[in-house]
Structure formats: structure tokens, C-alpha cells
T-cell receptor, first 111, second 113 residues
Framework: GEDVEQSLFLSVREGDSSVINCTYTDSSSTYLYWYKQEPGAGLQLLTYIFSNMDMKQDQRLTVLLNKKDKHLSLRIADTQTGDSAIYFCAEDTGGGNKLTFGTGTQLKVEL | DTAVSQTPKYLVTQMGNDKSIKCEQNLGHDTMYWYKQDSKKFLKIMFSYNNKELIINETVPNRFSPKSPDKAHLNLHINSLELGDSAVYFC????????????FGSGTRLTVV
């Protein structure tokens, strides 16, 4: 199947690190992505990782990829209230013709 | 501004009506998509077009008909609207293949009453 699973909800305190996890299904995906959706807005590409990499760091964001377990994670360092949003992982599927999105994780950052 | 723009942003209509949502991108991308996001925030692809040619049609009722007059536009027409069509519809585009990543529009919230 094409189900990409994420936990539904994560709550952290401001300044702490957040880790959002994702389990994908298509081992032939070339890229895996993290998108952010703020209320009433479209999805914004945060970062992506090529499938032959284990890790990618981009300022406060760290992406880890375990291809054997088909597990992707996004770590946000020093989480701020502006990071509160829904985060979606995605993989390119269908021979690269489409992105399949995860179920989304609602991140809530508390003061 | 370079972007993917959708109109209208909000659409409230009665069951049985026919409505259209328009999408335009000025990014020079070759591929455009329609996604449906339901009330639980699940995103599901509906259609994709590459250079005006239909590439993906994912088990969508025939009441939904996409039209791409040129590669910068992908419109979505919905006939005989049903309550279950209420959702947020997102247009997106990519440079060529989806693997290059998408740029999304801000969405059209459709409410069928």
C-alpha cells in the first residue's frame, strides 16, 4: 500500500527540541520531504533528503533517514511558538509522478 | 510575485450545483496537480497534468473534471456537488517530475450545504 504513517500530535515546550517521525512504504522513492502547513495556508516545503543519504542538516532542522526501516524523522532544535503547525512527510511514488503525503503531525509549542 | 494562485479562496454552495476552481502558476513549471485535504487533514492526490497532458487520475468520481488550457493553468470543475465534496482543494506545481518537490497554492475551502 501507499500509507505513510505519522503520529497525530506532539506537544513541546518553547526552547526544547521536537522530533517528528514518519514511516513510509515505497523503497524506490528518490527523495523524501518535510512540509509545514500553518492554519489556513498551503503546504510549504521545509527540507528534503536524497534517498542515499542518512542525514541532512539545515539550520535548526535535522533530517534522519533509516532506509532499512523506511523511517524518516525531522528534528527541530530550539523550537519556537512560530513552529506550531502541521508537519507532513512525503515520498515520491508512482515512478516519481506524484508525492504521497503522510497523515500529518500537529506540533504545539507551549510557553 | 512568483507563485501558485488559486481562486476562489472560499466557496460555499448548495448540493447539486456545478462549480469551478481555477489555478495558475507563473513558475514555468511543467506539471500541475490537484489534491484534496479532508477534515482530518489527509491529503490525497486527485489529478496531475504534465504539459497539458493528463498523467494521473486517481479514482476520482466522474463529476470532477480537470482542464488544462495551457501548462500554466489547471482548473477543476465539479458537477452535481455533494456534501462529501466539502474539503480544502490544493493546487500544486512542480518543475517536471514530482521528485523535484511541489509548490502549493494556498487552497480553496469548499463547503457544500
Amino acid at each position: 500500500g501507499e500509507d505513510v504513517e505519522q503520529s497525530l500530535f506532539l506537544s513541546v515546550r518553547e526552547g526544547d527540541s521536537s522530533v517528528i517521525n514518519c514511516t513510509y512504504t515505497d523503497s524506490s522513492s528518490t527523495y523524501l520531504y518535510w512540509y509545514k502547513q500553518e492554519p489556513g495556508a498551503g503546504l510549504q516545503l521545509l527540507t528534503y533528503i536524497f534517498s542515499n543519504m542518512d542525514m541532512k542538516q539545515d539550520q535548526r532542522l535535522t533530517v534522519l533517514l533509516n532506509k532499512k526501516d523506511k523511517h524518516l524523522s525531522l528534528r527541530i532544535a530550539d523550537t519556537q511558538t512560530g513552529d506550531s503547525a502541521i508537519y507532513f512527510c512525503a515520498e515520491d511514488t508512482g515512478g516519481g509522478n506524484k508525492l504521497t503525503f503522510g497523515t500529518g503531525t500537529q506540533l504545539k509549542v507551549e510557553l | 510575485d512568483t507563485a501558485v494562485s488559486q481562486t476562489p479562496k472560499y466557496l460555499v454552495t448548495q448540493m447539486g450545483n456545478d462549480k469551478s476552481i481555477k489555478c495558475e502558476q507563473n513558475l514555468g513549471h511543467d506539471t500541475m496537480y490537484w489534491y484534496k485535504q479532508d477534515s482530518k487533514k489527509f491529503l490525497k492526490i486527485m489529478f496531475s497534468y504534465n504539459n497539458k497532458e493528463l498523467i494521473i487520475n486517481e479514482t476520482v468520481p466522474n463529476r470532477f473534471s480537470p482542464k488544462s488550457p495551457d501548462k500554466a493553468h489547471l482548473n477543476l470543475h465539479i458537477n452535481s456537488l455533494e456534501l462529501g465534496d466539502s474539503a480544502v482543494y490544493f493546487c500544486a506545481s512542480s518543475l517536471d517530475r514530482a521528485a523535484y518537490g511541489y509548490t502549493f497554492g494556498s487552497g480553496t475551502r469548499l463547503t457544500v450545504v
